[in-house]
Structure formats: structure tokens, C-alpha cells
């Protein structure tokens, strides 16, 4: 049968700007008559010349408003003279999954449906995300130019009597307007598992978790928070690693999380800190809810913070096939990051990179090679195998180095404190504040900047002092392609080294949610062990008197502390 494509008349809609991760609203958003419509159409048409002929890839977490989403895009994308599509079975697919994918099959970019961290269900979150041919977040250019679209949008072109099961693997072919137009429905697992095992020993991974060399065997707790991982941890772990089936737990995707966030910090994923605890299992680890971010544990809850693994991680790329294989050029991370990974930076003698808040700002770097590793202090990890950070990769990468190290998640850890000292960091989140307030603390955070008299003043708490150093609005230049991002956040450098950052987050479906950081160095051993809320509690304090974040958003305490 031959399907004709028709065009339909739109109105724009107000605030269809991509945030730091793609557009992310409400699901009740996205169900009004045209406005996924038109947002697809955006994207889409951003591609101009690419668009004719090009394949992409479709797919998502799995939660609430994925399926109907994808039904839409495939309909457009016939109608647009899209060639092919290659869709996750059941429209699912981990957002590393896509990035690989993407990469593989040299397609011209993917759209992703996730709203990652933030919660699912009829009531709460939908997001759609572009990816780029080199398998990565569209870079700010390319997300203006669909912003901009959105704002003129009049029409929209969709094939509405196109029928796709995507519940079977396998090939239909469709002729749209004339135009053959494929879907290939693929596994959403395969192409993933067979990937991690070019870049992992997975041999040497299983002996470590059943015990060789008379080591005793590491037992793991896996925690997929009811996200797309779940799949994909079944098979690694339970099929290709050996483990028991009481090792891998919330594997099975709900469209809601199960109504938790399905994000992997320490509020939560209270459940596996809980379970981790008791000195039964010797690692866990936890995902968001598509699959890019992770949760790092040790025995009895030993928590890693996200800045350090990544920086243990670098140090210890011998560790792993992929970089044996192919070196390490350099390393990155987001500018609120702990700086941990500066330091293994400067001692292995290769490049670090300071950028924006994204993992889009990674993307260049990689493709001109100069980039290996990175990471973000918000649960993100990953390297240049792929163009997302990626979840799963980051557990592989720490089971490796306790496989070759034969050692343990807290003794790694120790060990790269004695050998650089320790960045002690921590992360308040002040969720869903009203925004005019927020909006009004950071201009004065700004203004702040840009006074004379701040610098060289000094701040005190108890027996601690610093001196302000500096203090800017973080703005990056690519190096590669010279794209400015400016605004980046209000960084308050002190004297010592201490940094204190405040930023409004970007990935919120409504209201603002502030986020400040804080991280200071310690280089006497006597303190590694100490807490680092007790360490860090000082600054904290002074830099919520500072920006009076107390009285502008009326909350005294934050939502998330990491
Ligand atoms: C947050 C994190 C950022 C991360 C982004 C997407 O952004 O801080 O580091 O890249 O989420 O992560 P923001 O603007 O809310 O601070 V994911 O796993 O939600 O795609
Ligand atoms: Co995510």
C-alpha cells in the first residue's frame, strides 16, 4: 500500500527551548494537540539538507509518553523523506545505547525520549533530546536553531495512516509519498553488551566476582531504579558475569520508576545505601532512570564521590583493554566538578579541560581527539568509546581496576588520596524554588562579579578563614570550534583553592532549583578520613550568608545533599 503524507497548520508554542539536556516538561506538556508535533518538526527541520535520505535512531527509558512519542516521530519522520529509522524494540533504548548506536551505524543523529533523572508518569515528567551524527547532545548552535524554529512554526508534516509494530525485531519496509522508508526494529540490549565487551575484560570481571587467584568472590548490588538499565544489567551481570540473581535488583522498567526519582545519589537511592550497609556486598551501584549517570559504592555504603571516580577511574585506565589499546589523550570534566581529576591530569602530563555544565561540551573534544575521560560531579562518567556519559561503562570501568588492582572501592580510593590529596566536595540542591527570587539571587551573585571591593575580602566561621581570590560568571570558549557559552554559573575562587559555584539548573520541568557547590583541597593526610559535609560545613555556611540563598528562597535546608 502506498502512504501519502499531509501537512498540517500549527501555532508555536512558548518555551520549547532544550535545556542543559534536551527539552524536558511536564508529560501533561507534551499531550497537548501539536506540541510534541511540532518540537519533532523542529528538530527535524534543523537539519536542513541532512534531513532528505538521512537514517536516524529513535528511542528511550521506557517511561510514561515514550511509545506515543515514538509513533509520532516515525510518522513525521516518513513524511519529512527520512530513509530509514532504526527504533528500539519497544521504543526502548539507554540513552549510551543510542550513542553507540548512532556511532556504529553512522547515522545522522538519533532522537532520544527521556527526561533522565526526573520522575516519570502521567504526572510528571517527558523529554525529547536530539543527538548529533557523532552520537552526542546537540551542541548550543544546533539546539538555538530549533528553539528558533519553534517560535515561527506553522506547519508540520506527518503521515498519519503509517502502522509500525515496534514490539518485533525485525525489518518493514514502507513506501511514503513514492519514497521507500524503512524501520528496523533492533534489540535494545545487543548492540550495547557486545560493545562493553570490545572495551572490558569481561573474563577478568568475573573472575572477580566469583573469585580467582584465591581472592574471595565480590559480592555486587546492581540497583537499576526501575530505569532502562534494567535489561541491560541482567545481561551483563546475570548472563555474561556469573552473578546471582540476588545481586541485581529494580531490573524491570516501569513507566512511572515506581514513582521514585529515579536519579542514583544518596537521597534517592536510599535503598541501596540501605542494603549496602549491612557488609554484605563489597560494591553497588545504582543508575538513573535512562541510564547515563551512576552511583558508586563500597563496602558498608562507602560513598565515591562522582568527581573522584572519575578521577581514579583516569588514574587507572592500565586497568582497562580500551585505553591499554588506545592511550589516554586527555582529560575533562564540568566546570563544578571537583577538580580531582586536574590532578591526575597534571601528574600523567596530558591536557584537562574546564567546561560548561553538559555533556554536549564534551563532544568536540572527543571528535578532535584530544579528549579520553571526563566527568560530572552530578553522577556522570564516561569516556570517548561514545559521546554520552554512560552508566554502565563507569561500574565495568571500577570492576575492572579491582580486578587488576586487587583491591577495594575504599582502598582505591584511599590510595589516590595519599598520592594526590583529597578534594573534598559537596553538592546542596534547593529543588523547585519559586524562580523570580532565584532569578534575583544570581543577578546579585553577578553583580558581584564584577565589584572590585569583593576581591581580597575575607570570610570567616569558627576556626576557619578564606580570602576571596576572584569571582566571575563562568564563560567557555571551544577550543575546537570557538563557540562561546557564557553565564555558565557564579564561581567564588578563595585564596586556598577552595571554590564555591552557584547555578540554576537546566534540566527542571517547572519552577527553578538552585544548586551550589562546594569543594575544598586537603593535602594532610589526618583529614582524608574525616566527613566531608563536617570538613566542607564551613563554607557552606559562609556561602549561604553571601548569597542570602536562606531568605531568597525560603528554604533552610536543601532538598538533595551530595
Ligand atoms: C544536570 C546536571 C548536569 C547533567 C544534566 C543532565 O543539569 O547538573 O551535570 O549533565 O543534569 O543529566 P542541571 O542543569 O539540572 O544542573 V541527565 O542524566 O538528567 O541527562
Ligand atoms: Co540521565
Redesign the pocket.
Known amino acids: 500500500m502506498t502512504l501519502s503524507s499531509t501537512t498540517k497548520t500549527t501555532k508555536p508554542f512558548d518555551g520549547q527551548k532544550p ?3 534536551g527539552l524536558r516538561k511536564a508529560v501533561k506538556v507534551f499531550q497537548q494537540e501539536n506540541y510534541t508535533e511540532n518540537f519533532v518538526q523542529c528538530i527535524l527541520s534543523a537539519m536542513e539538507g541532512a534531513l532528505e535520505g538521512c537514517t536516524l535512531v529513535v528511542g528511550g527509558d521506557g517511561r510514561y509518553f515514550g511509545k506515543e512519542a515514538v509513533e509520532v516521530i516515525v510518522k513525521m519522520c516518513a513524511a519529512n523523506k527520512v530513509r530509514k529509522l532504526l527504533v528500539g524494540q519497544n521504543g526502548i533504548l539507554s540513552t549510551p545505547c543510542v550513542s553507540g548506536v548512532i556511532r556504529k551505524f553512522s547515522t545522522s543523529g538519533g532522537i532520544v525520549l527521556t527526561a ?2 526526573n520522575p516519570g508518569g502521567p504526572n510528571a515528567d517527558f523529554g525529547i533530546k536530539f543527538n548529533i551524527s557523532n552520537g552526542g547532545p546537540a551542541p548550543d548552535g544546533v539546539t538555538n536553531k530549533i528553539f528558533g524554529l519553534s517560535q515561527t512554526i506553522q506547519e508540520y508534516k506527518i503521515c498519519p495512516d503509517l502502522q509500525c509494530d515496534i514490539s518485533k525485531v525485525g525489518t518493514q519496509e514502507f513506501v511514503v509519498d513514492g519514497n521507500p522508508f524503512t524501520v528496523e526494529v533492533i534489540d535494545s540490549v545487543d548492540e550495547y553488551v557486545q560493545y562493553m565487551k570490545e572495551l572490558f575484560d569481561f573474563p577478568a570481571i568475573k573472575g572477580l566476582l566469583q573469585g580467582t587467584d584465591g581472592q574471595p568472590p565480590l559480592k555486587v548490588l546492581i540497583n537499576s531504579m526501575h530505569g532502562v538499565t534494567g535489561p541491560y544489567v541482567r545481561r551483563i551481570f546475570l548472563e555474561e558475569l556469573g552473578a546471582s540473581e540476588d545481586s541485581v535488583v529494580n531490573t524491570i522498567p516501569l513507566e512511572d520508576f515506581g514513582g521514585h526519582h529515579p536519579d542514583p545519589n544518596l537521597t534517592y537511592a536510599a535503598d541501596l545505601v540501605e542494603a549496602m550497609k549491612n557488609g554484605d556486598y563489597g560494591f553497588g551501584a545504582a543508575f ?1 532512570g ?1 541510564g ?2 551512576n552511583m558508586i559504592l563500597g563496602h558498608k555504603a562507602f560513598f565515591v564521590t562522582p568527581s573522584d571516580s572519575v578521577a581514579v577511574i583516569a588514574d587507572n585506565t592500565d586497568c582497562i583493554p580500551y585505553f591499554r589499546k588506545n592511550g589516554v589523550k586527555g582529560l575533562a570534566r ?1 566546570m563544578p566538578t571537583g577538580c580531582s581529576i586536574d590532578r591526575v591530569a597534571a601528574k600523567r602530563g596530558v591536557e584537562v579541560f574546564e567546561v560548561p ?3 554536549k561540551y564534551f563532544g568536540n573534544l572527543m571528535d578532535a581527539g584530544r579528549l579520553s575521560i571526563c566527568g ?1 560531579e ?1 553522577f ?1 562518567t564516561g569516556s570517548d568509546h561514545i559521546r554520552e556519559k554512560d552508566g554502565i561503562w563507569a561500574v565495568l570501568a571500577w570492576l575492572s581496576i579491582l580486578a587488576v588492582r586487587k583491591t577495594t572501592v575504599e582502598k582505591a580510593l584511599h590510595n589516590h588520596w595519599q598520592t594526590y590529596g583529597r578534594n573534598f566536595f559537596t553538592r546542596y540542591d534547593y529543588e523547585n524554588c519559586e524562580a523570580d527570587p532565584c532569578n534575583a539571587m544570581m543577578a546579585e551573585l553577578d553583580s558581584m562579579a564584577s565589584d572590585s571591593s569583593m576581591i581580597g575580602k575575607e570570610l570567616s566561621r569558627g576556626n576557619k578563614h578564606y580570602k576571596i581570590a576572584k569571582i566571575d560568571n563562568f564563560e567557555y570558549t571551544d577550543p575546537i570550534d570557538g563557540a562561546i557559552a557564557k553565564k555558565q554559573g557564579i564561581r567564588i575562587l578563595m585564596s586556598d583553592g577552595s571554590r564555591v559555584v552557584f ?1 540554576l ?4 520541568s517547572s519552577g527553578a ?1 538552585v ?1 551550589l557547590y562546594i569543594e575544598s583541597y586537603e593535602s594532610d593526610q589526618s583529614t582524608f578520613t574525616k566527613d566531608a559535609q563536617e570538613v566542607l560545613k564551613p563554607l557552606v555556611e559562609i556561602s549561604l550568608e553571601l548569597s542570602k540563598l536562606r531568605e531568597r528562597t525560603g528554604r533552610q535546608e536543601p532538598t538533595v545533599i551530595t
Open positions: 535545556g542543559t539536556s533522565s533523572h538513573d535512562d547515563d549517570r564540568s555544565t553538559g555533556w560530572e552530578s556522570g547555578r539548573s537546566g534540566t527542571g532549583t544548586r
